[in-house]
């Protein structure tokens, strides 16, 4: 499970991989981690641990994480608006 000891390193991790991920905006994974990392930071049993898990004294890169460079801009386009009309769609 990430674990960041100020905001600072939560940045740092942010600006490495959250801001090239196809997944930024609304991303669950990291939305998980602000609500229940406190939480769960001691249950090995935690998914948590499996999304980002740690990788010695750092976190690792996220296991949902998408270059968004990879993608063409119309791929990303065509990905932006199914997520939007699935958004619609769920409520």
């Given at each position: 499970?990430?674990?960041?000891?100020?905001?600072?390193?939560?940045?740092?991790?942010?600006?490495?991989?959250?801001?090239?991920?196809?997944?930024?905006e609304g991303c669950p994974?990291?939305?998980?981690h602000l609500l229940y990392?406190?939480?769960?930071?001691?249950?090995?049993?935690?998914?948590?641990?499996?999304?980002?898990?740690?990788?010695?004294?750092?976190?690792?890169?996220?296991?949902?994480?998408?270059?968004?460079?990879?993608?063409?801009?119309?791929?990303?386009?065509?990905?932006?608006?199914?997520?939007?009309?699935?958004?619609?769609?769920?409520?």
């Open positions: 499970m990430a674990y960041f000891s100020n905001g600072t390193e939560g940045m740092m991790y942010e600006e490495k991989f959250c801001d090239r991920c196809l997944h930024q994974v990291w939305d998980a990392s406190y939480r769960d930071c001691n249950d090995e049993g935690s998914i948590l641990h499996m999304l980002i898990p740690r990788d010695g004294a750092g976190n690792a890169r996220c296991r949902m994480f998408v270059d968004k460079g990879l993608l063409s801009n119309l791929a990303l386009l065509q990905y932006r608006a199914e997520a939007q009309k699935a958004e619609v769609a769920h409520g």
